[in-house]
């Protein structure tokens, strides 16, 4: 994973055209756009890859759950709606939405009147480095995101060799209990750290404590915001908890598609590590 990972950034062309550069986006629709120089952002995720390129001063607005990411860029509206007319009055370039935003509201609106959308969608963490190569190109920050991504490959190189991998099942909500599917970007992750996804469904399945207890993971990772909660749940609590075999961590860190995944990336590595059978290699 690793080798692909850096493969992958070796072969990625930093190429910019200063008046239009043609991308696709994550659903593969082809994108003619002259550099962006106002941005709505309808995805938490795609806030942050701009601020790790030094673009965020390029959004002009934003949902919930994405910190402001300029004094001028304006709310939108929540995280799953959004106020098409407030989008429009906004006059942006371009606007990033998340799939899901996409296919139940459609973009048409928007392009009706010019304005570009990119679809945004990562789904594993070759397509977050993809994804970053893109918004440089899109925004002309191009040594910005080649800086970044390289870092990240760095990053990714220092990582524990994790010999056994565990298995693991990743809770991102608890009531009900939703957990990442195998085909997510956080299932990769957790691939990148050392440790198997035991989760087969695709997607963010709804399961029940009974499917957690039978798949039977070594180690259950939790959102950190349902520490509490877990209490609740007497048949997680009493078989996992109990047995040291949960651990918390903040969603910040592993639950948005960007570059700052290596944050939780890291901490699920050492996490296996210490709790894994290993003989200490990089």
């Given at each position: ?6 493969a ?6 930093f190429?910019?055209n ?13 994108i003619?756009i002259?550099?962006a120089?106002?941005?709505v952002v309808?995805?938490p ?8 390129i030094?673009a965020?001063?390029l959004?002009?607005g ?15 509206g929540?995280?799953?709606?959004f ?6 009055s906004?006059?942006p ?7 899901f ?10 392009e009706v ?9 990562p ?7 993809s ?14 995101a080649k ?16 010999d ?18 195998k ?7 957790i ?10 469904k ?28 877990i209490?609740?749940?007497n048949?997680?609590?009493?078989y ?8 918390f ?26 709790n ?7």
């Open positions: 994973m690793k080798r692909s990972i850096i992958l950034v070796i072969c990625l062309v190429a910019i200063a008046l239009a550069v043609t991308v696709k986006d994550d659903i593969s629709r082809t003619n002259s550099k120089k106002s941005i309808l995805s995720a795609a806030c942050d890859i701009l601020e790790e030094d965020s001063n959004i002009v934003y949902t919930d759950y994405a910190k402001k990411p300029n004094p001028k860029a304006v709310n939108v929540a995280f799953g709606t106020n098409v007319e407030k989008i429009i906004l006059k370039d371009l606007v990033i939405m998340p799939r935003i996409y296919e139940r509201y459609t973009a048409g609106p928007l009147l010019g304005i570009k959308v990119f679809v945004f969608d789904k594993n963490i070759k397509d977050i480095v994804d970053v190569e893109k918004f440089g190109l899109i925004t002309g920050k191009i040594n910005q800086n970044k991504i390289n870092t990240f490959v760095k990053q990714v190189s220092t990582l524990y060799k994790i056994k991998k565990p298995t693991v099942a990743f809770v991102i909500w608890f009531s009900p209990i939703i957990v990442a599917g085909d997510t970007f956080i299932s990769n992750a691939n990148v750290a050392g440790g198997r996804n035991i989760i087969p695709d997607g963010w399945p709804v399961v029940t404590s009974e499917y957690l207890i039978e798949k039977n993971p070594q180690f259950l990772i939790v959102n950190s915001r349902f520490k509490n909660d209490f609740k749940e048949k997680l609590f009493e996992f908890y109990k047995k040291n075999r949960v651990l961590i903040d969603n910040s860190l592993i639950e948005r598609p960007s570059l700052s995944i290596i944050k939780g990336i890291k901490i699920l590595n050492d996490y296996f590590y210490e894994c059978n290993n003989n200490g290699r990089r």
